[in-house]
């Protein structure tokens, strides 16, 4: 057998695909993860998709911009807690079972939902994506490249043992530094940190970074796991990844990798003690599986329910529905350096050809809200002032003209079973624009896989010249969807566009905050008129929840049993 | 050639067929587009890191050098390490396998249960209402995708009667015999009763359907020849005639399909697997194709692939027995 501490590559996660928040967020979509259609998530799913493979959340909602100097006025935590002393099981089925118990190996809903009961951050959002203190009690930047935590006292990890800075700053480097523990899925998570260091003589870590780093406390709002130092370093990958040792509200009972993981409440958690006293995770990947699990109350909380679903769940007397906007985009993106799509007329000809109100009623069943630029509202950087396109197919015709690509054949390629309703959404833009008359346009249906990885390597020009994908962006920032996807050097774009790359390269580099956001928000009229994109729907998490918990769904994706309550 | 040579020469040529699905589903790994690499490394790894991992993985090394080690590395029972998870694809493999056999062996037995005796009624009360029956009732469940015959079977049984639950798997089979043992209470394989019958049921519809048309036909076919009307001739009751002689007859060719059927089903179970919310082998290589775990693909691959191989060869032993003329062929 080989050293399973050798584990440095098997531990890094397909998602790579999604790089750089890409992919993850990519994958969000059905709960399938790549299987049927119907789901969502991620797979991937669950919310993210099934797929395997989630995306990654954001949170939505509020402003996200970090104050730069300590504490957010009433920043305190999110609600959840109560009594801990009574008897109460809850029971939650995503698309897919989390593939690893390692909250710094993975890149997926479905995972993050497990392991956020079990781990904490130092800062984190409550349900409408503000920034809160977690393990932190105060955030503050020092200097430039340069931030301080406060680390709360009092905390305990499930083995008992205290909390201290060193092992926060172990975290920290853990995901950033390829050369502690073993190179981290997540490095991306945290773009601009280079490290962590414990201060001397406070009870405080100083993370760096290699420039101003805007979004810096964003990040850290949404990712970055605490575990124990001495825990990890005394385990091999493999025990990691089947082990739980948190500071969170629930430890980990019972795991049957791949079938459902049981945690149980943990009495001496540092806030008040959870309501729920055992909580369980399972995983079905077809839609209609859990939406009968919950019916029959066999779960109560199931993620992704499909348009199709939603009115039996409605109709039900034991469970309602519960919709939230989610941090997911779907687009199309329009290669800039091939025919016709290096002309922005034809790209916004694009535009003006597709009926998004239509798809959105018809196929998504109204759980969908249109767009018209990169970033969603919500998000630093939103602007909102830019309206999404309307359809106008006499407009759309004359700018093809415009643009001297008359005649021109384009086909969509588009992932099967990866987003919501993802071929349906495909299928209705290909016969808008088909219907014009001097484009004519077919549809390729793909493996996602193969369609990730032409999108993920790094090169342009091995991708198709339009296709059909999904990204979530969890840190509620405009840049972390514009950099990736729509600069020149971005690890998936498709786009370049020297006065956008201008506009984001001052912004990451200023430290007024409102001078960035307005940066930001010139960039997304920017790159509504100059359509590198066709700006489809913001998707939604919809969830079904049994009539026995009280729970709203949270922008972010993630589930957290921690708010829940008994209705009883 | 007797028994016992014609059983060794099969075993020799299932191990052949063994290490010829070893070799096909590792060279898979070098015709199916896209590096592993891609996939493992993140996005923004530097061409170093993505070096450093292919070395890690030992991806770097000429391909027959990377073979043989998967080989010996196979027998002794090592088949590498998730590129997802980090676990050990064995443990995870053989976490599931338990799972697939229960489903795999609990379909079966509901079609042969059902199947049998439906041909040899369909066969002996030819062009009458019992016949018309179960050939109408073989042609149905011929057409009946799977999918939709097991979300049907939920809504109506599970949603509409609460008869059973809708899916998953609460309990295996050997923890609950063992529950039956140790603590005297039948409640662990109720439940487990409860949670396979609707998947089994989906399961073995299809092959209810087709083991039901084999059965009928071959019966006809025996009661057609000589020797039954020699044995009716010397005044053998009907019922003897039919099920002691016929019926024998008719079931060595129904035997072999049975066997056939269920290395089938130990791969092919995806669909109600995904129904069923059932943690089985399918799922497990459908999750790892979409997501390029190579050693998880391999190893399930190679572990469904010798399932086939042994099924066929408990298949020909059980034929050999009951037909000794198979090993002189």
Redesign the interface.
Known sequence: ??D?D?????????L?????A??TTALAGCSG????GDNGSG??NASGGA???GGQPTSGGTEGSDSTAGNESGGGNESGGGSGTGEFSVTI?QG?PP??L?PQ?HRETPTDNVVLHAYEGVLARDAEGKIIQKLATNYERVEEGRVRFTIQEGVTFHNGDDLTPEDVAFSINRIVQ?DVGF???Q??QLAGVTGAEVVDGERAVDVMSDGFNPIVFASFATYCDIMQQSWVEERS??EI??NMNGTGPFQLDTY????RVVLSRYEDYWREPADISQLTF?????S??RV??L??G?TDVAVNVPPQDAQRVRSSNSAGLSAVPSTRIIYNAMRYDVEPFSSPQFRQAMNYAVNLQGIIENVLSGFADPTGQPTLEGFVGYNGNVEPYPQDQERAESLVEESGFAGAEITLHTPVGRYLKDVEIAQAVVSQIDSLSNVSCGISQRE???LA?EL???DITTGPNFYLIGWGNATFDASQTIIPLLTSDG??TSYSNDELDSLISEAQSTSDQERRASLLKEANALCREQAPWIFLNRQYSVYGVSNRVEWSARRDERINAYAMSSTS | MTTGRFLLKRTLQGVFVIWGVVTVVFLLRFVTPGNPITFVAPLDASQALRDQIAAELGLNRPIYVQYVDYLLNLLQGDMGYSYISGTAASTRIFNRLPATLELAIAATIVAVILSIPLGVISATHRHQPADYGATGFSLVGISTPNFWLGIMLVLVLSVQFGLFPTSRRLVGFLPAVEMLFTEGSFDGLVTWLAHITLPAITLGTYFTALITRLTRSGMLDELGKTYIRALRAKGLPETLVRYKHALRNTLIPVITVVGLQLGTLIGGAVITEAVFAWPGLGTLVINAINARDWPMIQGSLIVIGAGFVIVNLLVDALYASLNPQVANE
């Open positions: 057998m080989t399973p050798d584990r440095s590559t098997s531990r890094r996660r397909f790579a695909l999604a790089g750089s890409a992919a993860g790549g299987n049927g797979g991937g797929d395997t493979a089925t897919q593939s690893t390692d190996n390829e190179a981290s899925p490095a991306d990958g493999e990844a089947q049957e990798q791949g079938v399972n995983a079905a990947e077809e209609s599986t009968n699990q019916l029959e066999e996602f896989t193969s990885g993920t390597d790094g690890a998936l």
